[in-house]
């Protein structure tokens, strides 16, 4: 069995109140990676679990996440955190487990700390892949290079706004057989319909022109959904990956599946390429 394309991430749904029922219908429409939150509400996943077969989904928790133990990346607070995510989602394995946005790489990866333990816990058959959640393209590359990662999420850095991951993730991703997961398809926020916000740009791609805004234009004229254009062009990316999308709500996740599955003529994407200088499945 293979991951969908799609992954259900929980940095946004874990506020809902219709979060059972969000996962539930993810679940329903074919979703099957879903990444918890460990402090926010995880017991909500094993609600929302409760009763399906454990080897029809793939559950992915992360350290450094827990209000309790935030950014606490020692031996202690990894074992911790592995242990409550196991109660709250009311499993015996975790498919994936991820360092989750350290401030420093080193903090993780010092002997005994949440590298060391994971790699423990997945020789235990408790954790079936290790992994790293972070911005820095080196980090990544580092864990990947030396055979820590099974699997690295990248956000931000390959998007219609910005596809850097390409040059320096991708390569180390492909010499190991380390797959990637592609969050914050829709920049967050900058590539959902809303009118994006140039200023907001520039803060979260420094040194880049803003581009979010032209292809908003460009989406208006030609009468596609950005959304759509966003979410599938990360599904396109030319690596072993999967996208995850950050819903908020039912209806948030219903709208991504719509926008995963709705057809994209092959002209748009032609005529789209012709305009910006760049098309899917390349890089």
Request: net charge negative.
């Amino acid at each position: 069995m293979t991951p969908a394309a799609l992954a259900l991430g929980a940095a946004f749904l874990h506020g809902s109140d219709d979060i059972v029922e969000a996962i539930q219908l993810a679940l329903d429409l074919g979703f099957n990676y879903l990444d918890t939150y460990p402090g926010h509400h995880e017991e909500k996943w094993g609600e929302a679990l409760s009763g399906r077969p454990r080897s029809t989904y793939y559950l992915q928790a992360k350290i450094g996440t827990h209000p309790d133990r935030r950014k606490d990346f020692s031996g202690d607070a990894t074992r911790w955190s592995v242990e409550q995510t196991l109660k709250s989602a009311r499993t015996d394995y975790l498919d994936s487990v991820l360092v989750h946005d350290p401030i420093d790489i080193e903090d993780p990866l010092r002997p005994g700390c949440a590298f060391d333990v994971l790699l423990d816990f997945k020789a235990q058959g408790v954790v079936r892949n290790v992994g790293l959640g972070a911005r820095p393209h080196e980090w990544h590359c580092r864990v990947i290079d030396a055979g820590i990662a099974d699997v690295s999420l990248t956000f931000l850095d390959y998007t219609l706004i910005s596809q850097t991951a390409a040059d320096t993730i991708f390569p180390s991703a492909r010499r190991q057989g380390t797959g990637i997961i592609l969050a914050s398809a829709q920049g967050m926020g900058l590539l959902t319909g809303a009118p994006p916000d140039p200023e907001r740009e520039r803060g979260m791609f420094p040194g880049q022109v803003p581009r979010a805004e032209r292809i908003w234009h460009w989406c208006r004229e030609h009468g596609i959904s950005i959304r759509h254009l966003a979410i599938q062009f990360c599904l396109s990316a030319p690596v072993d990956s999967i996208v995850m999308i950050g819903p908020s709500n039912m209806q948030h996740v219903q709208e991504a599946f719509d926008a995963a599955t709705s057809p994209i003529p092959a002209d748009i994407w032609q005529t789209f390429e012709t305009e910006f200088g760049f098309r899917p499945g390349v890089g």
